[in-house]
């Protein structure tokens, strides 16, 4: 997560485009890519998400909160996200996605708090 915050850092500050993802950890992709291959074949494209949608800024902020990192968080419309413009739902998945039941908030109390 912190690889990919860096790469929005300007200033000392993350410029941050107005985008809502819907996170989804390593560990839940490869639960739900081995259930997927266990299931019958679909013939389509599967999408893969989080629970629920967040903003890329409380992304950052919660995330530079809880490992102690002093950069502040601003939005910025016309800023890229990896050097591609995309609408505010750009990076949201269809209403078929297969969703994980760990949120981003659970994800950081475990995987991020419990190491500091």
Do not use: C
């Not at 992304?59 to 995309?86: C, H, K, N, Q, W």
């Amino acid at each position: 997560m912190g690889s990919i915050l860096d790469g929005f850092e300007a200033d000392g500050a993350l410029r941050l485009p107005e985008i809502d993802l819907q996170p989804l950890a390593a560990n839940e992709a490869a639960k739900g890519i081995a259930r997927l291959a266990l299931s019958s074949p679909r013939d389509s494209i599967v999408e893969f998400a989080g629970p629920q949608s967040i903003s890329l800024n409380d992304i950052a902020s919660e995330y530079l909160t809880a490992t102690s990192d002093s950069r502040s968080v601003r939005s910025d419309p016309s800023a890229m996200y990896f050097g591609v413009g995309l609408p505010p739902d750009g990076l949201l998945p269809g209403r078929s996605a297969m969703l994980s039941e760990l949120s981003f908030h659970d994800w950081i109390r475990r995987e991020v708090l419990a190491i500091a």
